[in-house]
């Protein structure tokens, strides 16, 4: 029997702790052809991307989450969660497969549910990153250009608060997508400045491969 990219995945609601079951896509049937200059995987096959599943959204309560979200709550934000989401919240379900418009309700619905939750940062610059990639696929440019702007200040306030510290992302990882996204929206001056820092800290650098691609920015910069 041939098995179906998607599959279903049982899940508790990190909020209301209601049950209910979200699509992934079998890791195994992914494969990918390239990275952009973002980090933006290009698929070998288009029509299977796991993007479009990586949050969870709880029909019950509303609240969206991904498995980068931390389970703790601090005092206040469930009753803010309340207030602010679940009240609004007409109960529906994104556990079907979903077209990219879903994808990116369900990332907004997360980019929410982290910013009430008081999430680290990086977890809602990761959101707002792939909300941006997922506009670039619709060739929507001027809604890109404006979710890769809120992710670089939240990459920026990450770096600056060091909440990267123990995650998988390292701090020439970090450095690199300030510069990236700034030099991507139009803000040469902090391009210029974290690729330049990217750069000298090739020393100590644990990713040799990010230093390469921040010294090819570079040049294309000064070439510019």
Not at 98 to 121: G, P, Q
Request: proline fraction near 3%.
């Amino acid at each position: 029997m041939e098995l179906t990219p998607a599959y279903d995945k049982k899940m508790e609601c990190l909020n209301c702790k209601g049950k209910f079951t979200t699509k992934r896509i079998r890791s195994r049937l992914v494969r990918v052809a390239s990275h952009e200059s973002d980090f933006k995987p290009v698929y070998v096959n288009q029509e299977i991307n796991p993007l479009f599943y990586n949050v969870a959204v709880c029909p019950h309560c509303g609240f969206s989450f991904t498995d980068e979200f931390s389970p703790y709550f601090a005092p206040g934000t469930r009753e803010l969660i309340q207030e602010q989401i679940t009240s609004q919240w007409k109960e529906r379900s994104y556990g079907d497969e979903r077209t990219i418009e879903e994808a990116i309700d369900a990332y907004k619905l997360a980019y929410l549910s982290a910013m009430y939750k008081k999430e680290k940062d990086l977890t809602m610059a990761g959101l707002t990153l792939r909300i941006a990639w997922l506009y670039r696929e619709k060739e929507e440019a001027d809604e890109e250009k404006r979710f890769m702007s809120i992710a670089k200040n939240l990459y920026l306030n990450a770096y600056s608060e060091g909440d990267y510290v123990g995650t998988q992302m390292s701090e020439t990882r970090v450095m690199y997508m300030i510069a990236e996204l700034a030099w991507k929206t139009g803000d040469r001056e902090e391009a210029v400045r974290s690729f330049s820092r990217v750069i000298e800290s090739q020393r100590t650098s644990t990713e040799p491969h990010i230093v390469e691609m921040a010294k090819e920015r570079w040049h294309e910069i000064r070439e510019s």
